[in-house]
Nanobody
């Protein structure tokens, strides 16, 4: 499966953005999905995950209550709605997919497929 992340941009603190991850090559319903973010010099950080049918979601502590992950398997897309953005949310955001996994979806190493990343910049 190929993933294409989009929707990043420049936003003021307190604002919102919606990131999208479009899948091609295979149906997205076969994969659990995750969003991660990374700033230069730091490890990739878990943001959110969602299981294959969307019935189970998980969030990193720093985004819980502000971000919402969702998926539309009919449209082969996953989304990350980011509200009440803070300057510390500035990062390159990546979507990821995994078909079969063990353990937690919080770990980047458990994912097999990655999008190219989209930059989110939050100004203060």
């Amino acid at each position: 499966v190929q993933l294409q992340a989009s929707g990043g941009g420049l936003v003021q603190a307190g604002g919102s953005l919606r990131l999208s991850c479009a899948a091609s090559g295979r149906t997205l319903s076969s994969y659990a999905m995750g969003w991660f973010r990374q700033v230069p010099g730091k490890e990739r950080e878990f943001v959110a995950s969602i299981n294959r049918i969307g019935g189970s979601t998980d969030y990193g502590d720093s985004v819980k209550g502000r971000f919402t992950i969702s998926r539309d398997n009919a449209r082969n897309t996953a989304s990350l709605l980011m509200n009440r953005l803070k300057p510390e949310d500035t990062a390159v955001y990546y979507c990821a997919a995994v078909e079969y996994y063990r353990g937690s979806l919080r770990f980047a190493a458990n994912y097999d497929y990655w999008g190219q990343g989209t930059l989110v910049t939050v100004s203060s």
